[in-house]
């Protein structure tokens, strides 16, 4: 079992950032790929990035969030997180922290967060 929390998320200007963090707990972090999803009111659960499990790993991102967000782990400190630049009103959305899966879709991860609210607007 892992446990996910989320923090991080906020209001934020047009064109400002963020940095959301995922912590993990229970088994071992290291082992798990890890994604982030978001879901605007009203639309489904939609991809944003992930990175695989080992230290240097690859990293995929959703076209709308390429070039402007970015994924990284720190497995010592059993944390993810997602480093939002550039941000947009369309990027308003809860933001979801996800573990245990490896594909683009949510229903190929096991573990999930209770979200972050992230509000870009001026």
């Known amino acids: 079992q892992v446990q996910l929390v989320e923090s991080g998320g906020g209001l934020v200007q047009p064109g400002g950032s963020l940095r959301l963090s995922c912590a993990a707990s229970g088994r071992t972090f290291s082992n798990y790929p890890m994604g982030w999803f978001r879901q605007a009111t009203g639309k489904e659960r939609e991809f944003v990035a992930r990175?695989?499990?080992?230290?240097?790993?690859?990293?995929y991102y959703a076209d709308s969030v390429k070039g402007r967000f970015t994924i990284s782990r720190d497995n010592a400190k059993n944390t993810v997180y997602l480093q939002m630049n550039s941000l947009k009103p369309e990027d308003t959305a809860v933001y979801y922290c996800?573990?245990?899966?490896?594909?683009?879709?949510?229903?190929?991860?096991?573990?999930w967060g209770q979200g972050t609210q992230v509000t870009v607007s001026s």
């Open positions: 990175i695989t499990w080992w230290l240097g790993g690859s990293t």
């Open positions: 996800a573990a245990g899966g490896s594909g683009y879709r949510p229903d190929e991860y096991e573990y």
